[in-house]
Nanobody, 123 residues
C-alpha cells in the first residue's frame, strides 16, 4: 500500500502563486512500483479533472487550462511530487488531490489518492 500526503494549499489572490507538495510513503516495493504521479482537482459542482502528471522518467502532461502557468516536478529519491502554480486565477479554486498509478498507462486510473488540499484564489 501507498499513502499520499499533500501540503501547500491555501488562500491566495489572483495572479499569485502556490506550491503543492505530495509525499508518498509505503513499502520499498510499493514505492518502486509507482510510475505516474500527479494532481487532479475538483471544484464545487464539477467533475474531478486531471491537472498535471509526470512519469517516473520525467515526461509531463498538462490540462490545457493550466499550460504555461503550472509546472509539475518530481523527486524520485524523496518519493515526492510538486505542483508549482503561478498566475493563479479564481477558476483554479478547487480541492487538489495527489494521485499515483502503478505500471504503464499514465494517471488516467490512479490506484492511490491523497486526502486533498484546498486551493482558493480570490479575485
Amino acid at each position: 500500500q501507498v499513502q499520499l500526503v499533500e501540503s501547500g494549499g491555501g488562500l491566495v489572490q489572483a495572479g499569485g502563486s502556490l506550491r503543492l507538495s505530495c509525499a508518498a510513503s509505503g513499502t520499498l516495493f510499493s514505492l518502486a512500483s509507482i510510475n505516474a504521479m500527479g494532481w487532479y482537482r475538483q471544484a464545487p459542482g464539477k467533475q474531478r479533472e486531471l491537472v498535471a502528471s509526470i512519469s517516473r522518467g520525467g515526461s509531463t502532461n498538462y490540462a490545457d487550462s493550466v499550460k504555461g502557468r503550472f509546472t509539475i516536478s518530481r523527486d524520485n529519491a524523496k518519493n515526492t511530487v510538486y505542483l508549482q502554480m503561478n498566475s493563479l486565477k479564481p477558476e483554479d479554486t478547487a480541492v487538489y488531490y495527489c494521485a499515483a498509478a502503478l505500471g504503464v498507462g499514465g494517471l488516467q486510473k490512479p490506484q492511490y489518492w491523497g486526502q486533498g488540499t484546498q486551493v482558493t484564489v480570490s479575485a
